[in-house]
């Protein structure tokens, strides 16, 4: 009798082991927590990120550096680089635009490809987190590369544009993403008016951008049906270009 009660403590045990190591998806299928890799959703996380050089109390306040112009067929999205978050890659942006011509002309060399609204309220997926959908428009910047080491100062926020992993594609959120913690370099800000633009596109109310669903990896994601081009422009908040 006492070896049978010990027996079925023992499987209660490895029971409760094997239900804590697993977490459950939207779907409804038991996932193995250790095993999600979350790189195939083309975003950073806080278990990857690079706190060295959080700083809690950031400056919002616009430091006058250069402002970067996305034109699209949706309308105009104006960026302020913002130097002092990340000098490195704001230096290398202002050089592949204004000297390698980096995005000049919208010929598709460079677009937005991604498109997510706001999650539901209480949407939660494989990972935990709110989604999907995961609120943000993502593109690519060819002539950027993708060698550009992480300048970690803070979290993703509403209207901030983020380089994704080294490069050349990045996102601008259109909600606060604490939960992917300090994953990524921030190195912009949009201003009301393109944040208007980016809503647009990622609201999709008048079906003008539509979307389809697509599973990476282990992430489901929603992509434009048709590539959205940029052209990028420079402009200084001292002197503009002309």
Known sequence: ?????????GIAIAVSALVAATSTSTTGV????????????FIGYSERSVPARRRDDVDEADDGGSEL???TRAGDITITLR??????LVADIITAVRVGGACRRADGTCAFYRSEAVPAPGAVDNYGGPGPPY???????????????????????????????QGADFFIATRAHDEWGLGHTVFGVVDAAGMAVVDAITQNEHNLYPVTRATWGQTNVTTLVERLPFAARLASALAPLA
Not at 83 to 88: G, R, T, V, Y
């Open 1 to 9: 009798v006492v070896t049978m009660r010990r027996l079925r403590i």
């Open 30 to 41: 038991c996932v193995d927590a250790a095993r999600v890799n979350r790189d195939d959703a």
């Open 69 to 71: 112009t996305l034109s």
């Open 83 to 88: 130097a002092d978050w990340a000098p490195k």
């Open 135 to 165: 609120a943000l428009l993502q593109g690519n910047f060819e002539g950027l590369g993708n060698t550009h080491e992480k300048e970690i100062v803070t979290r993703a926020k509403r209207a901030y544009a983020c380089l994704i992993g």
